[in-house]
């Protein structure tokens, strides 16, 4: 199928590493969004790319929270010396961008910090 | 700044009978409005949105929405109820004209009884 993967599905690390998280758009996309969703919750808004361009970086909670996206196609959210606090399923979605373009989400990637 | 409020972390019907999931939202400009589905394990898949068209919103599954801009709300209904609707619900608001990223409410799950 063609839709927004991620990788790893699941990633185990110990509270200091530093971890990175893929994300493989849908071909085309232009728009592509990190979402952190903690158990029980809902999604919530983390940086956002037009093409290789970071045009919003609110959500991000802290500056070990890094993410890239240098050709406008993959992205990588990377976690530096990771926190118990940064368990979470990090979600990717991508869109054609305006006019309102739907966000296709990806399976997510499950981080646990042990 | 925009918000979602989900009235009901858990929602429980029999099968065959009408679900309703409540959204309240609170936008300072016309939103856009959105319904998410997620399955265990799975990323989010959209069931319907509101672009500021027609304000009653027909989506997969037999699901649909009306946006009432003096109640604030955007309810997702479904005539009847069927097993494989047990999931979890996110509504979502954007920004008209604004960025696209999405703030989401903290879900409702639904389970279907027999």
């Known amino acids: 199928g063609a839709g927004v993967s991620q990788s790893p599905r699941y990633k185990v690390a110990k509270r200091g590493q530093d971890v990175a998280l893929r994300c493989d758009p849908i071909s085309g996309h232009v728009s592509l969004f990190w979402y952190q969703q903690a158990l029980g919750q809902g999604p919530e808004f983390l940086t956002y790319?037009?093409?290789?361009?970071?045009?919003?970086k609110s959500g991000l909670p802290s500056d070990r929270f890094f993410a890239e996206r240098p050709e406008g196609s993959v992205s990588t959210l990377k976690i530096q010396r990771t926190q118990q606090e940064d368990s979470a399923v990090y979600l990717c979605?991508?869109?054609?961008?305006?006019?309102?373009?739907?966000?296709?989400f990806g399976p997510g990637t499950r981080l646990t910090v042990t | 700044a925009q918000s979602v409020t989900q009235l009901g972390s858990h929602v429980s019907v029999s099968e065959g009978a009408l679900v309703l999931l409540r959204c309240n939202y609170s936008s300072s400009v016309p939103p856009y409005l959105f319904w998410y589905v997620q399955y265990p394990n799975q990323g989010l898949q959209l069931l319907l949105k509101y672009t500021s068209a027609a304000t009653l919103v027909k989506g997969i599954n037999g699901f649909e929405a009306e946006f009432k801009k003096s109640e604030t709300s955007f309810h997702l209904t479904k005539p009847s109820a069927h097993m494989s609707d047990a999931a979890e619900y996110f509504c979502a608001v954007s920004e008209q004209g604004g960025s696209e990223k999405l703030v989401f409410g903290k879900g409702t799950k639904l389970t279907v009884n027999p």
């Open positions: 790319f037009q093409n290789e361009a970071q045009l919003d």
């Open positions: 979605a991508s869109s054609l961008g305006f006019p309102r373009g739907e966000q296709y």
